[in-house]
């Protein structure tokens, strides 16, 4: 104790000495990053102790982040010469790592205050450091002040701008935490995109629970209507075959944040009851990797929904395709969920990649606020380098309609505008909706909680023409159908979802009872392991992954049903409607295996 106070001290003088000698080189800084106001749901307590030690991450530019783009688009577009040659983890990291002068100008501002960042990446281009606020303040001409959530109470220090030196513009991206809603703990938060059935909280005809028990005690495990759906059910929806892809080729990754825990109890459960063709030695566990120190304790009391979902419709409809789950981040609520995606890219081996990977989990763009969107495209751009080395990225769309990612709230939208979600706003994912069924069975339409809409953050028609003659298609529709929804979102925007698949009263087990839920966190690994089983497919005639998947499905319409009823409502309105062809409720529509298979097959 006595030690660390004497360096907090020492801190404190230098940071003053500091302050001293750069008085008066202010003119030499330019302010980088700034949010008008305080986060809702938060209030300034003040300044914050100039003695409190700050956790910072520095993101650098990226010689080559221009290239990666191209590259990522040149591998997933057929005809160009790059296509299919999807990039080593060497070729990535030079083209994410940053340019010498970048890291001698970076190192230089940092070591005028004596500070010694540690790289967190294998590129290079992320650096973590320590300093205290005293110093913080001067090296970035900020003012950190203790924030407090009025919910929960949880305090931190953030600032509301902050500034660099002008020579540092362009080497430098952004300093996280520190002024985007998405640095502040809880704020914006990160929601499963999954809804325990209203109605009852098991799996229940009308109102009465008929089991509860793991036992699975009066059901029927093929039952396919519009009160359950189980995994025998999905098969026949979708024509996804049950037999054991042979020999075992391909992967699925699984992602798991939020201390959502995957127990293998509940899969083993699950499976023996709607699956009992698979073999247990070959298909009833999955891997577990640990990332920056998630773990997956299977205490069945810590089971989480979202993780025994995603686990139990990718291995037990993608069967016998190798499935592992990646544990992120910490449960703590007082670290910021944001930082969990942050951590996949900093974190997962290069070396030891998915060719599909799974995301069900999603946030309001409005996280980012409009002056600070640089969080948010560099998880983007993430995506993209997994793209470029043949990874399919498949995310949830979220299940407040128009909304954004909360149900509880998709009538609080401000200024009443539609509310996009990230990561399905991002334009090199692949975003899922969901449907439901009608008439008892005969036909499907869009769930009223699939998430859709248009982006305000990625709106390049360059980074999504794939989709611009579907989308201009759809827009037109609209126009003369609500001609009042002008203005309400940003049609220039990347519109999502790209498909959907089946994502109402469908089952599940959890905590050794058997439950149903809605939710496009059905629909996305539904879908998932529909792309990993093509992709077995693909490897037995020694093609490779089919990567970035949105100009072959864009390419290849006739491999789903078009969805043409249905809507989103949210933000006081019935949101988009579903009508024939592309529309932002269930995308494409809902996809057919063998005719997917076969586009699959014959795509270069």
């Not at 500070?115 to 001067?138: E, I, K």
Request: glycine share 8%; net charge negative.
């Amino acid at each position: 104790m006595v030690s660390f106070c004497i360096l907090v001290a020492a801190a404190l003088l230098f940071a003053l000495a500091f302050a001293k000698r750069h008085h008066g080189h202010r003119a030499e800084m330019t302010l980088h990053e700034y949010i008008t106001s305080i986060p809702p749901g938060f209030v300034d307590n003040g300044p914050a102790d100039p003695n409190s030690v700050l956790d910072l991450r520095i993101a650098l530019a990226q010689s080559g982040k221009d290239g990666l783009i191209e590259m990522f688009h040149n591998v997933s577009m057929p005809g160009h010469p790059s296509f299919g040659q999807y990039l080593s983890s060497e070729d990535v990291l030079k083209l994410t790592a940053p340019a010498p002068e970048t890291v001698a100008a970076v190192n230089a501002w940092l070591h005028g205050p004596g500070l010694n960042a540690t790289t967190m990446t294998l590129a290079g281009d992320w650096l973590r450091l320590n300093m205290t606020v005293g110093v913080a303040n001067t090296l970035l001409d900020a003012n950190f002040s203790v924030f407090t959530d009025t919910k929960t109470g949880a305090r931190s220090i953030r600032t509301l701008n902050y500034s660099i030196p002008a020579n540092l513009v362009g080497h430098l991206d952004f300093v996280y935490p520190t002024i985007s809603s998405a640095s502040f703990p809880s704020s914006v938060p990160l929601h499963a995109n999954t809804t325990i059935n209203s109605r009852a909280t098991h799996i229940a005809p009308g109102n009465a629970t008929i089991f509860a028990r793991a036992d699975h005690t009066g059901i029927n495990p093929t039952r396919c209507d519009d009160r359950l759906v189980t995994p025998n059910c999905v098969q026949r929806l979708h024509g996804i075959p049950a037999a054991m892809v042979s020999p075992p080729a391909g992967s699925i990754a699984v992602t798991g944040m939020l201390g959502y825990y995957a127990n293998k109890a509940d899969l083993v459960s699950f499976l023996e009851f709607y699956r009992p063709d698979i073999p247990a030695a070959r298909a009833k566990t999955f891997g577990a990797v640990s990332v920056n120190g998630g773990q997956n304790p299977q205490d069945i009391n810590k089971a989480g929904e979202e993780a025994n979902i995603d686990i139990q419709y990718t291995v037990g409809i993608a069967t016998g395709i190798p499935t592992t789950f990646y544990i992120i981040g910490s449960e703590d609520p007082k670290i910021n969920p944001f930082e969990a995606l942050l951590d996949y890219f900093q974190s997962v081996p290069n070396h030891d990649l998915p060719n599909v990977l799974l995301i069900a989990y999603s946030a309001n763009e409005r996280a980012f606020e409009a002056n600070a969107p640089l969080l948010l495209k560099r998880i983007c751009e993430g995506y993209a380098a997994l793209g470029t080395r043949g990874v399919s990225v498949i995310v949830s769309s979220a299940d407040a309609g128009v909304g954004g990612s909360s149900p509880t709230a998709k009538d609080n939208c401000p200024d009443n505008k539609f509310v996009p979600v990230f990561p399905a706003s991002c334009p090199y994912v692949t975003s899922v909706g969901s449907t439901t069924i009608q008439a008892g069975g005969l036909y499907q339409v869009a769930a009223g909680f699939s998430g859709g809409g248009f982006s305000n953050v990625f709106t390049s028609m360059n980074d999504f023409k794939w989709q611009k003659n579907a989308v201009e298609g759809y827009l037109q529709r609209l126009n003369r159908l609500h001609p009042e929804y002008e203005g309400l979102f940003q049609s220039k925007g990347r519109a999502y979802p790209d498909v959907s698949a089946i994502g109402t009263n469908v089952a599940f087990d959890y905590r050794n009872q058997a439950r149903m839920a809605d939710g496009t966190s059905f629909s996305a690994p539904i879908f998932a392991s529909i792309i990993a089983m093509i992709n077995a497919e693909r490897f037995a005639v020694r093609k490779a992954p089919l990567g970035f998947l949105n100009e072959f499905l864009y390419a290849n319409p006739q491999a789903f049903v078009d969805i043409k009823s249905g809507s989103n409502p949210g933000c006081n309105t019935d949101g988009f409607p579903a009508t024939p062809g592309w529309d932002p409720v269930t995308g494409l529509g809902t996809p057919v295996f063998d005719a997917l298979k076969a586009a699959g097959l014959a795509w270069p």
